[in-house]
Structure formats: C-alpha cells, structure tokens
C-alpha cells in the first residue's frame, strides 16, 4: 500500500515560518489535502487539491506538491498554530485513503 | 454549514458488534462520498471505510469482512456496522463528508465517538 512519510515533530518560534513535509513515492502525481487538528479537537482540512485553502483558513497556510515531496507552509507562525498537522491522498491503486503519520508542531 | 454527529459508541467485549451512525446536515447528502476514519488516543489517523454516492464501499484491509459500512440517502446518515470486534479496533471514530461523490478524502469532520473493546 501507498505509504506517506512525515517528521513526528518540528519546534518554531512565534513569525517564523513553519515547513512540513510529506513525502512518497511520486507524490506530486496524486492530489494531497493537509489536515490540522489541535489538542481535543476533530481535525479540520487546511489545504485541498495539493494548494487551494477552504473558506476561512489563514492565508499565511499555503501547500505545495511536486516530485516526491509534498509541503504545508505555514509563513508567520502563532501559539494558535500549534497542532498536529496530518498529509492525506487517495492510493487509486488500492482504492483507499491514505494518511500521514503526521507531525506535532510546537511553538516555542 | 456541513455538521456531522456521530452516535453509538461505547464498551463492548472482544467478539462483540457495535453499529454507528452519522447524521449529516448543511449540504446535499447524495452528492459526496462519506468516510470513517479512526484515532487511538495519542496516535494517528487511520482511514477505515468509505462509502461513494453511488453506493460503491472501500475498506482498510483489517477491517474487510468484519465492518460493513453504508448510508441512507433518505434519512441523511451514515452508518458502519462493526462485528467480531477485537482490542485493536478502540479508538474514536471519526465520520467525515468526503471532497467528492468518490472517495477523495474528508473535507468536514464530525466529533467522534469512542468505541472500547475491552473484557
């Protein structure tokens, strides 16, 4: 099965930018949609179709996909931001869908 | 606003079934897949089933021939249908309305309810 692989866990201080990574085997061939979920909470999507942000999502959340890697920007961090941030696509090959082990940011 | 609350968890015993639901409201139920996706506390998200708006089903391979998942257009809910249940399988369940009429993955999620599998 398709396997996404991500850092368990990245610090960054409140202004600077965040960058979390999501890589897999041709990944910028699939759509990948990033997911936040913060302490209690149910996740909620953040960036679908590898770039595009819901209503009401940050602009300072961007994404990007190509190659191998896929990645979720986040420019000028908060203490909000901190969460647990999940890279998701659909395996065609298996009919599935396909999570992340996702990645604990923390704001210093 | 797209709202999705689950129901029907609880404690049962290795062996045992459970059956959730899922009661959608905010968009055209009809027009977009539906998925449960599941969480051990502390952990990860796990996918476990999704259902198309055609009717077609998808499952994880753990839980192919124990989990049965459907939906009722006409009442708005989803349900999973979930027997021979092992400790494995505690977790909360997560309902999600997908980003397409396939499955593409959740774009709403619900609350959860947590389901313990334990004697």
């Known amino acids: 099965s398709y396997v996404l692989t991500q850092p368990p866990s990245m610090s960054v201080a409140p202004g600077e930018a965040a960058r979390i990574t999501c890589g897999g085997n041709?990944?910028?061939?699939?759509?990948v949609h990033w997911h936040q979920q913060r302490p209690g909470q149910a996740p909620v999507m953040i960036i679908y179709?590898?770039?595009d942000r819901p209503s009401g999502i940050p602009e300072r959340f961007s994404g990007s996909n190509s190659g191998n890697t896929a990645t979720l920007t986040i420019s000028r961090v908060e203490a909000e931001d901190e969460a647990d941030y999940f890279c998701?696509?659909?395996?065609?090959?298996?009919?599935?869908?396909?999570f992340g082990g996702g990645t604990k940011l923390t704001v210093l | 606003e797209v709202q999705l609350v689950e129901s029907g968890g609880g404690l049962v015993q290795p062996g045992g079934s459970l059956r959730l639901s899922c009661a959608a409201s905010g968009f055209t139920f009809s027009d977009f897949a539906l998925s449960w996706v599941r969480q051990t506390p502390g952990k990860g998200l796990e996918w476990v089933s999704a259902v198309g708006g055609s009717g077609g089903t998808y499952y994880i391979d753990s839980v192919k021939g124990r989990f049965t998942v459907s939906r009722d257009n006409s009442k708005n809910t989803l349900f999973l249908q979930m027997n021979n249940l092992r400790a494995e399988d505690t977790a909360i369940y997560f309902c999600?309305?997908?980003?397409?009429?396939?499955?593409?993955?959740?774009?709403?999620w619900g609350q959860g309810t947590l389901v313990t599998v334990s004697s």
């Open positions: 999600a309305k997908d980003l397409e009429f396939a499955p593409r993955g959740p774009d709403s």
């Open positions: 998701q696509v659909w395996d065609s090959d298996n009919d599935q869908v396909v």
């Open positions: 179709y590898d770039s």
């Open positions: 041709n990944i910028g061939s699939k759509s």
